[in-house]
């Protein structure tokens, strides 16, 4: 053997055992990771016991101070939301169902009477904008099998949303039925999610006419027209400075809608005025200044739409139209 020839043949050992060492490490790493999603559905599931068992304990300890606090009362918001979305817009039901999915899987219907609903191969969606961590996104999902487009500007981990948010708070029965699917699967929530959730990561902007020639205002052509296109329900909870836009939207595809709006940003969007009646009985128009003028400013916005209370604590006005 020549001594090019030698050292030819262990540089081939060199990459062989590299390639192992790397397979080896990859498998390592993957299997840290299933492990560590095991161990964070445990903890979260001890977590909830742990609350159940020491709940009316730890209330007597603090008295009302839990019950005094905003964020506690509005713990289970999204869940009520939801619930308040599939009664009030049951068409979601047919149109963004995900036709393959196991009626076990459906795990939580939060009293939602669907067994008369038929499953459609249409492949439209629901659109959350502006939806946050995802929280919302995950219980439609991965809750009720929907297939949801999230619009936000920032990229959410629905995935540990779900798992971390979710679950803890679901029916003991279906905890168990995850961990089990998690045993035999464990990127089963993952791959779940990969069949029925994705996201735009970008603003949710008001149409509007970007040529000459446009017969109608559109977001430019790009992938959010599409979204608004096929959106079987357009969402806007607490979406700050995309309420208004989903409401122009909705109008101009002629979409159902409901908006929940939060935050009015007055310096921000000056041209928002309301008509009222001043103390001589006469219309006078002032700006848009508090929480309560901005629904009425988008109330004002058709005859057709709808206001009406939510079932949660804190900003719960909702401005809903069934599209028709």
Same mark, same amino acid.
């Given at each position: 053997?020549?001594?090019?020839?030698?050292?030819?043949?262990?540089?081939?050992?060199?990459?062989?055992?590299? %390639?192992?060492?790397? @397979?080896? =490490?990859?498998?390592?790493?993957?299997? !840290?990771?299933?492990?560590?999603?095991?161990?964070?559905? +445990?903890?979260?599931?001890?977590?909830?016991?742990?609350?159940?068992?020491?709940?009316?304990?730890?209330?007597?300890?603090?008295?009302?101070?839990?019950?005094?606090?905003?964020?506690?009362?509005?713990?289970?918001?999204?869940?009520?939301?939801?619930?308040?979305?599939?009664?009030?817009?049951?068409?979601?039901?047919?149109?963004?169902?995900?036709?393959?999915?196991?009626?076990?899987?459906?795990?939580?219907?939060?009293?939602?009477?669907?067994?008369?609903?038929?499953?459609?191969?249409?492949?439209?969606?629901?659109?959350?904008?502006?939806?946050?961590?995802?929280?919302?996104?995950?219980?439609?999902?991965?809750?009720?099998?929907?297939?949801?487009?999230?619009?936000?500007?920032?990229? %959410?981990?629905?995935? @540990?949303? =779900?798992?971390?948010?979710?679950?803890? !708070?679901?029916?003991?029965?279906?905890?168990?039925?995850? +961990?089990?699917?998690?045993?035999?699967?464990?990127?089963?929530?993952?791959?779940?999610?990969?069949?029925?959730?994705?996201?735009?990561?970008?603003?949710?902007?008001?149409?509007?006419?970007?040529?000459?020639?446009?017969?109608?205002?559109?977001?430019?052509?790009?992938?959010?027209?599409?979204?608004?296109?096929?959106?079987?329900?357009?969402?806007?909870?607490?979406?700050?400075?995309?309420?208004?836009?989903?409401?122009?939207?909705?109008?101009?595809?002629?979409?159902?809608?409901?908006?929940?709006?939060?935050?009015?940003?007055?310096?921000?969007?000056?041209?928002?005025?309301?008509?009222?009646?001043?103390?001589?009985?006469?219309?006078?128009?002032?700006?848009?200044?508090?929480?309560?003028?901005?629904?009425?400013?988008?109330?004002?916005?058709?005859?057709?739409?709808?206001?009406?209370?939510?079932?949660?604590?804190?900003?719960?006005?909702?401005?809903?139209?069934?599209?028709?």
């Amino acid at each position: 053997m020549t001594p090019s020839a030698f050292y030819d043949s262990d540089a081939g050992e060199d990459l062989s055992c590299d %390639a192992i060492v790397s @397979s080896t =490490y990859l498998e390592i790493k993957q299997r !840290k990771k299933e492990e560590g999603r095991r161990r964070a559905l +445990e903890m979260a599931m001890a977590k909830q016991i742990l609350f159940n068992s020491n709940g009316s304990t730890n209330s007597d300890k603090r008295g009302n101070r839990k019950s005094a606090r905003h964020g506690a009362r509005n713990q289970d918001r999204h869940k009520q939301f939801a619930q308040w979305i599939l009664n009030k817009f049951p068409h979601i039901l047919a149109d963004c169902i995900d036709v393959n999915v196991d009626d076990d899987q459906n795990h939580m219907r939060d009293g939602v009477d669907d067994t008369t609903t038929k499953k459609s191969s249409q492949r439209m969606h629901v659109i959350d904008v502006a939806g946050g961590k995802g929280e919302l996104s995950a219980r439609l999902s991965l809750c009720h099998s929907l297939r949801v487009m999230m619009v936000d500007p920032r990229a %959410a981990d629905i995935e @540990s949303v =779900y798992m971390n948010s979710v679950v803890p !708070k679901l029916p003991k029965k279906w905890q168990h039925s995850i +961990e089990e699917k998690l045993k035999h699967s464990p990127s089963f929530v993952r791959d779940e999610l990969e069949k029925r959730f994705s996201q735009l990561v970008m603003p949710f902007s008001s149409p509007s006419y970007k040529g000459a020639h446009d017969v109608s205002p559109s977001f430019g052509g790009g992938p959010l027209d599409s979204s608004v296109e096929s959106a079987s329900l357009i969402i806007g909870l607490h979406a700050d400075g995309a309420t208004e836009a989903i409401v122009d939207a909705a109008l101009i595809h002629r979409k159902p809608f409901v908006v929940v709006p939060c935050c009015v940003f007055p310096n921000l969007f000056r041209e928002r005025y309301i008509s009222i009646f001043d103390e001589a009985s006469e219309v006078k128009r002032i700006p848009v200044r508090s929480h309560d003028q901005f629904c009425k400013y988008l109330l004002a916005k058709d005859p057709r739409f709808l206001m009406e209370i939510l079932p949660f604590d804190g900003r719960n006005v909702a401005i809903w139209w069934d599209g028709k």
